[in-house]
């Protein structure tokens, strides 16, 4: 069958270029926002006279119909479309005759396609805004639990100071909220309406682009057309924000995994996020965790793609953009899959305290407090320093901790040294200790979780 847009040519294009050049297997998802955006366009046309009132009623009419059809399965797509575009605007001639050929006054499907997408990530980000601040919730909820459960800091992955896990989890809590700003900043950039850009060089009628973003809920309008059918920044962002959200939800990942090594058990997964072995009978396997781990990288390619496929492209519209889509929407789709599991998982997993505490009390993580200690006394801290570094040696060699070293052994390295040594490389006083603002101690981790909150009621 000849295309709409028959003219030129005869609109008998091959079977295959057919298939490779259709979107509508991607882009049917925005039906909702595409039939929303003709209804907008309708009222406008006729608010300007461009159609009459009844013309607007029976396009108006014909297009809640499709909407209708399309939720409730009455209306399937054709998958032999263009694309989703043209499947409405075919369907509704086909359903209302002749009027339906006036919806696409002064519109072009490049402003159209700019439009859809943009209304469809609004959606997308706001609903991704919720997710990522009941995974804060999450996180803050585990580490309230958690504000006195001690355990090693690390730093090149060795032992480093001692944390409260309350402290390591809110460093996560840090990271997501900064993703949400991010998202709310996007969402900006996004919330602003192509319509009316037209093919490239906005028209000749006289219609009205912002009583249309306004009808559309969009905060306002391009102010260039040629930017306005051609700019893609948005979706470059949106996907920018998930590889970043995808990088952080990485992390935590990783930290799950090795925690929940039999090597660390500083947490047990609950049985619902894990999985058995085919082979391995003692096996529970994070997979969920390492899943999201490995599905970052496709995120990062989404991103990269999107961004490559747009160096080039001078303006305004190239078919190029309509590979903007897939590379989006597939970034959606494995964020959310990902904050799907992580939320629960998170919630339902366990701490295992004993593991965390021992670990603290083996890998001389007060060392520093001991040099603290020392600088109390009058020593400068590089001095200090030293000295600790070598009462450490000597603990290793005799199978001694910091804790249990005599006193005797202690003054062989330093006079200075009294009773008060054993205060100041408790591990629990080590922790309270540092009270400075965000530091580790119960009262400043407490100080965060409330920091937290307000952050979560201000987004
Ligand atoms: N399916 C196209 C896309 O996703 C819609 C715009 C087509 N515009 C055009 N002039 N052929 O980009």
């Keep these: 069958m000849a295309k709409m847009w028959a003219g030129r040519t005869d609109g008998l294009t091959d079977a295959?270029?057919?298939g490779f050049?259709?979107?509508i297997s991607f882009d049917s998802r925005m039906y909702r926002q595409d039939i929303t955006g003709s209804m907008a366009h309708a009222a406008m046309?006729?608010?300007t006279g461009i159609i009459t009132d009844e013309e607007a009623r029976q396009l108006t009419e014909g297009l809640q119909g499709i909407l209708d059809d399309i939720d409730s399965g009455a209306l399937d797509f054709d998958m032999k479309a263009e694309d989703i575009h043209m499947f409405v605007e075919e369907v509704l001639t086909a359903r209302i005759g002749d009027v339906g050929k006036k919806l696409h006054t002064a519109r072009s499907r490049n402003d159209q396609v700019a439009l859809d997408l943009r209304l469809c990530?609004?959606?997308f980000i706001t609903e991704l805004r919720a997710e990522v601040k009941k995974l804060i919730s999450a996180l803050a909820g585990k580490a309230a639990e958690n504000t006195e459960t001690i355990m090693p800091g690390y730093t090149h992955m060795q032992r480093a100071q001692p944390v409260s896990f309350a402290q390591h989890l809110l460093a996560y809590t840090a990271m997501f909220l900064r993703d949400c700003e991010r998202l709310g900043d996007c969402l900006k950039?996004?919330?602003v309406s192509p319509i009316g850009c037209c093919a490239l060089a906005g028209t000749g009628y006289t219609t009205d682009s912002f009583f249309e973003a306004a009808k559309l809920g969009m905060s306002s309008v391009c102010f260039n057309s040629m930017d306005g059918v051609s700019d893609r920044d948005f979706v470059v962002e949106l996907i920018s924000d998930i590889s970043l959200i995808m990088m952080h939800m990485s992390r935590l990942s990783e930290e799950l995994v090795l925690w929940s090594s039999w090597e660390f058990r500083f947490?047990?997964?609950?049985?619902s996020y894990t999985t058995g072995s085919s082979?391995?009978?003692?096996?529970?396997?994070?997979?969920?965790?390492e899943l999201i781990r490995g599905k970052t990288?496709?995120?990062?390619?989404d991103l990269m793609g999107t961004l490559t496929m747009l160096k080039g492209l001078p303006l305004a519209y190239n078919k190029d953009m309509q590979e903007d889509k897939e590379a989006v929407f597939a970034a959606c789709d494995t964020v959310k899959a990902c904050r799907d599991v992580m939320i629960p998982m998170i919630e339902t997993m366990k701490v295992g305290a004993d593991s965390k505490r021992r670990a603290a009390g083996e890998g001389f993580i007060n060392a520093t407090d001991l040099a603290d200690y020392l600088t109390g006394k009058g020593l400068p801290f590089r001095t200090a320093y030293k000295i600790s570094g070598s009462v450490v040696a000597a603990c290793i060699a005799a199978g001694q901790t910091l804790e249990t070293l005599p006193l005797e052994t202690y003054r062989g390295f330093s006079e200075l040294i009294d009773e008060g040594v054993y205060e100041a490389v408790n591990l629990d006083l080590c922790m309270s200790r540092r009270s400075s603002y965000g530091g580790t101690s119960v009262l400043a981790t407490r100080e965060q979780i409330e920091t937290v909150k307000k952050e979560l009621e201000k987004i």
């Design 189 to 191: 950039r996004t919330d």
């Design 297 to 301: 990288g496709r995120v990062y390619g």
């Design 45 to 47: 046309l006729a608010k």
């Design 21 to 23: 050049n259709s979107s």
């Design 121 to 123: 990530l609004k959606d």
């Design 16 to 18: 295959v270029a057919d």
């Design 267 to 271: 947490v047990e997964l609950s049985d």
């Design 279 to 289: 082979i391995m009978p003692q096996k529970k396997n994070p997979d969920m965790a």
